[in-house]
């Protein structure tokens, strides 16, 4: 198994049941290279999504990786989904260094807007081990000793390219969009064609293994788009909560 820990480097900066889409939508930025550089592992790239419940067509949702400056990046996850007079619309927001073979967290931004109440996070990560996370939310600030933890995003962006590499079993710890610590797993279950907006392609099944019991997620990457995440299927308690499904997907290199 597979355990994401983050080396010291030196800063340079600091309601709809398809919560699904900021909770758990993951996303690959992995390219043709060498695997002992995550340096060149990381491609700037935009993927679309269709959010579905039940094949009902509710909204969409895109993910956007920028390169900053050299190992520096910027991680963007935006969607909108509604049905009736509900709305919801999420936003994060992540920097990070990629230090060798590792992501390394900077800072973390999350707000959330539409029927119910509003919501806002910001997380600061430490510039070294043994440093305090800065937390700050709508009613509170407060600070957690950092033990390793990735963001909310990051996790998800370290997952691909670990599963490119024949890695059948993860496990990750860190920070989510409610500033509190979790831990999830990932399992290979095998490969299967998948049918999308996007088109039919081939994809490796994975089981997000998470501490609720009452919460079942699989999601399925795709090898012939750079281990995209292709599809995530949530369901609670036997109920479908959502069903995020591919449309569009491209690369960009830099210069």
Sequence with gaps: MVKFFRTTVTRTTKSLALTLLSGLICVSAL?????SDSTNLITPFE???YA?????????????LEELSEGLYSLTYQSKVSKFFLSDKRFEHSIFMVEGDHLVPQQYNYSRTGTGP???LKVEFPNNDGGQIEIENDDEAFTL??????????YRLDAPIRLSRGVENLSYDFINYRGQQRHYGMRVLGKETVDLPYGKIEAIKVEIVRESKSRYTLAWFAPDLNYQLVRLQQFKDGDEQGDLRLKAFSTKRSD
């Design 47 to 49: 993927a679309v999504y």
């Design 118 to 120: 509003d919501k806002s």
């Design 31 to 35: 390219a043709d290279t060498t695997p």
């Design 52 to 64: 579905y419940k039940w094949d009902d067509n509710l909204g969409s949702a895109k993910i956007s």
């Design 145 to 154: 000793p950092w033990q390793g933890e990735l963001d909310n995003q990051l």
